[in-house]
């Protein structure tokens, strides 16, 4: 049985290539019952991690990870941004936030840290006047009615040249990119804790699936440090 809450994926010629990173604890937690972050892997998957920023074109996440964790969004490796601007690129990926109703602070670390483009994708109910402040800081995106229509969103990304790109959450956005199928691998890095709570994030949360569920291969698994890195496979 098809869930119907699967969307068709699009024409993949006409997206990026999307996959998403993130770390989770073993029960599968990534934040705590106040939703704010805390560090579940060490030092090498943090370096595993920059190097998935440096090699991609954009960096994605929704606008409840900006307001709790408040990312830079930066490639951190000093050698990383050089190799990106001895090729021509900048040294930071675009950085993208879904925020639908334009609600991303003018002082978060997006708009203060690094070099580089920054794009807003909003919907048509966003305030004209959030809009306006934002537009002097980012490049606005405006795809879809309600919300921010993703399969539209990576159409437009793809068409401004951007050809892969990283997710970092977080639960919410994981959720609309998987279920509308618009996600081609997973990478998660399984921590050595446990976080519990009933209403602490997972890696997917949203409506969730009832039947025909989103189905993955296992690429690859490795340990690293106190924990397990996997890299899956989405089928579409």
């Known amino acids: ?24 604890s073993a029960d599968g937690k990534i934040a705590t019952i106040k939703r704010k972050q805390t560090r579940i892997s060490g030092s090498l998957d943090f370096d595993r991690m920059d190097e998935l920023r440096a ?7 929704g606008i409840g990870t900006v307001l709790s964790d408040n990312p830079s969004l930066t490639v951190k490796s ?8 001895s090729v021509g690129l900048e040294e930071n990926p675009v950085r993208i936030v879904v925020d ?17 483009k920054r794009i807003i994708a909003i919907c048509e109910n966003a305030p004209q ?9 980012a490049d606005i995106i405006c795809v879809g009615e309600k919300s921010v229509d993703l399969a539209k969103l990576l159409v437009e990304l793809n068409n401004r040249g951007i050809k892969k790109v990283m997710v970092e959450g977080g639960a919410t956005l994981n959720w609309g990119l998987i279920s509308e199928g618009l996600v081609d691998e ?15 994030p997972t890696l997917v949360d949203g409506e969730g699936f009832v039947s025909g569920f989103c189905k993955l291969s296992l690429i690859s698994c490795n340990i690293m440090e106190e924990g397990v890195i996997m890299k899956w496979k989405v089928h579409q």
């Open 55 to 61: 090699t991609s074109d954009a960096i994605m996440v």
């Open 78 to 85: 000093k050698e990383r941004k050089e190799k990106r601007l």
């Open 129 to 137: 006047e959030n809009i306006q402040e934002l537009s002097k800081l």
């Open 186 to 200: 997973i990478y998660t890095f399984i921590g050595n804790m446990i976080i519990g709570g009933r209403s602490a």
């Open 1 to 24: 049985m098809t869930n119907p809450l699967m969307k068709k994926n699009p024409d993949r010629s006409v997206r990026p290539f999307v996959f998403i990173n993130s770390a989770m």
């Open 100 to 116: 639908s109703l334009a609600r991303t602070p003018k002082d978060a670390d997006i708009f203060k840290k690094g070099e580089g």
